[in-house]
């Protein structure tokens, strides 16, 4: 009889979240340090390390350390890994293969020293496509900076497309006083200095004023046209950063491109598997409106021939099977740093991603990055350096190691495989290999409605991963996000979502609970959320807010967004009682949270969804006093 009351008590209730919000706060702001595992492969929405760890120890101080853990979202690979570390039995189901395949490779029990072994000889073997940025004097590029050109609609002149007329400070020093400029008359390149009001061009004598550039020609003044694709001219080199050796250590310097520099490009376009048109869609139009017609436009053939040779070096290698496919997450995570889709950081010289911002970018300033460079963010060097740094701390951090890892698809038949630490499944969660009352705790966060097109941002990565693995299989249509131009709607994701839901009632414990984490500024998406919760027969037990996000993060800033999380925890059964508010909301962003929350609780136990937006203005009137922020 203990026992029974004592499982069946809150979890989150029991979570010390004062604690847990400062752990999270210095988290977000260096996530490799605090949990290296982030590094191992991109993903759009990983919630904090520290908060899904906290959940994890008060269902174990619940349940036991038997318990089985279940992640129907599994995306970033969190949960899998903290209850991987905590050594709980772990399901993890993602519809994509590139999440999957990424999180079944960086949990595999790989011994340190023989990944660093092979990864040495990796780079010893990549020697010769390192050579491709080095000039006949042995000095080595780094970076390449590159301005389109494109032809203006209206005069027919020709001019560069630089997003800010300033390029880049001249150094990464804090003291760093001088930086580079460019005129979009003749995209030649002049040093100033960084608080420059106008510039004139040393070139062609055109005169600017240095502020937020206007997306127009420069000659004629004729606005660019949103949506009508630019007809590209070239990419003109404009910068490049070089690798400097010294007694101190490697270090590099920011320069104009002289002659001598090997700075030619040649699109990827003999590279028959990359050459293919890119589809359209939400963030992909992006791309194309940008000029850009197959995957092969955004990279350099020096770039892919880097990649392609690393994949036939990790294959016809004698080393262990969990050590390749490290090492291949590693070369696959580097096919993000594409040569015209890479954004140059103008105020902390460095690349971003092509993805990094939770989009493609398409800007005119571009930044080719000699992926085997020693120096660099996003270099082949980097990323294993950051493998081996992860695989170090799981291996200190794990109470215990998995000993198998096992990897399936949801159409697969039968429901699960009796011996498996880790279980891996690929394919929509409204089927799951799991026997029915099995699970004891699920513990995820839903897409968060049409926020984040995960698929069409992980077509870069699907690409190359079938170029290794070409028995993939992706279908974006069973994806739970709005997206106008595959025709989903609100509708359909509501459906996805209680499907899902759905399943995890028929594989959670009586006693057992679901707990997901969510927040978004639209009442569609939390309409959607409480139907399925509602439909799917769940009831909202306890309710907690922590601040899940980095307000500095790039895809944060100057844009409206919801930087905590709302924490709801759920039983398999119905009631009417008043969820348990495990916080108390002191900010606007927490007492619109906390109102959503219970306004759910009230709809999803006594009445229809339909009047969610009614139930939740009145809470937060009565309660709290604010304005609404969820529209």
Not at 11 to 25: K, N, Y
Not at 86 to 106: C, E, F, I
Not at 475 to 493: F, H, I, L, M, W
Request: glycine content about 6%.
């Amino acid at each position: 009889m203990t026992a029974a009351v004592r499982v069946t008590k809150n979890i989150i209730s029991a979570v010390p979240w004062g604690r847990v919000a400062r752990q999270t706060a210095r988290e977000v702001r260096s996530r490799e340090v605090h949990a290296p595992v982030v590094s191992s492969y991109r993903w759009w929405a990983r919630r904090p390390h520290s908060v899904i760890g906290a959940i994890l120890d008060g269902a174990t101080n619940r349940f036991g350390s038997g318990l089985l853990v279940a992640d129907p979202f599994s995306g970033g690979g969190t949960v899998a890994f903290e209850a991987t570390r905590r050594g709980l039995r772990t399901y993890a189901q993602d519809v994509y293969p590139w999440p999957t395949s990424g999180l079944a490779a960086a949990l595999l029990p790989v011994d340190p020293d023989e990944f660093a072994k092979a990864s040495s000889a990796l780079r010893a073997q990549l020697e010769t496509c390192r050579s491709q940025y080095k000039r006949k004097d042995g000095r080595e590029l780094s970076h390449i900076l590159r301005v389109r050109k494109v032809e203006c609609l209206e005069c027919k002149k020709d001019y560069a497309q630089f997003p800010h007329l300033m390029i880049s400070l001249a150094s990464r020093s804090q003291r760093e006083r001088s930086a580079y400029f460019g005129c979009p008359g003749c995209a030649s390149v002049n040093k100033r200095n960084r608080n420059s009001k106008t510039i004139s061009c040393s070139t062609c004598e055109m005169q600017f004023i240095v502020s937020p550039r206007k997306r127009q020609c420069p000659h004629c003044a004729t606005q660019e046209s949103a949506d009508r694709p630019l007809k590209t001219i070239m990419w003109c080199p404009v910068l490049v950063q070089e690798v400097v050796h010294s007694k101190r250590g490697v270090s590099a310097i920011i320069r104009p491109v002289d002659r001598k520099d090997p700075v030619k490009s040649f699109t990827a376009n003999s590279l028959r598997k990359l050459n293919i048109p890119i589809p359209k869609g939400k963030e992909t139009n992006r791309l194309l409106r940008a000029g850009f017609k197959t995957w092969a436009d955004l990279y350099t053939d020096r770039q892919a021939r880097t990649l392609t040779t690393a994949f036939r070096i990790i294959r016809s290698a004698d080393w262990p099977a969990n050590v390749k496919q490290r090492l291949a997450l590693v070369i696959l995570g580097a096919c993000e740093m594409p040569a015209f889709g890479t954004r140059w950081e103008r105020l902390h010289p460095k690349p971003f991603e092509a993805t990094s911002n939770h989009r493609y970018y398409s800007g005119g300033l571009s930044a080719e990055v000699n992926l085997l460079s020693p120096i660099g963010r996003g270099t082949v060097d980097r990323r294993l350096e950051a493998s081996a740094l992860a695989l170090r701390w799981f291996v200190k951090s794990a109470k215990h190691l998995p000993t198998l890892v096992a990897s399936a698809h949801s159409s697969q038949p039968g429901r699960q495989r009796k011996k498996w630490d880790v279980l891996v499944v690929t394919g929509s969660s409204v089927r799951q290999r799991l026997a029915d009352k099995s699970v004891d705790l699920v513990l995820t966060d839903p897409p968060y409605f049409d926020d984040v097109q995960y698929g069409e941002l992980a077509r870069l990565f699907h690409l190359w991963l079938a170029m290794y693995e070409p028995t993939i299989q992706v279908d974006e249509q069973r994806e739970a996000a709005p997206n106008s131009v595959r025709g989903t709607t609100a509708t359909g994701y509501r459906k996805t979502i209680e499907g899902c839901l759905q399943e995890c009632h028929r594989t959670l414990k009586r006693n057992g609970r679901l707990i997901l984490t969510f927040h978004n500024t639209k009442l569609a998406a939390w309409h959607s959320l409480g139907s399925a919760l509602k439909t799917a027969g769940f009831s909202i037990r306890s309710l907690a807010v922590i601040g899940a996000e980095n307000r500095n993060d790039l895809c944060k800033r100057n844009v409206k967004a919801m930087l905590a999380d709302l924490v709801v925890e759920c039983a398999p059964t119905h009631s009417i009682a008043t969820p348990y508010l495990a916080f108390r909301p002191k900010t606007v962003l927490e007492r619109n949270l906390s109102a959503m929350g219970l306004a759910i609780a009230t709809c999803t136990a006594t009445e229809t969804v339909a009047a969610l937006r009614d139930r939740y203005r009145e809470i937060l009137a009565r309660n709290y006093d604010c304005k609404p922020i969820i529209e």
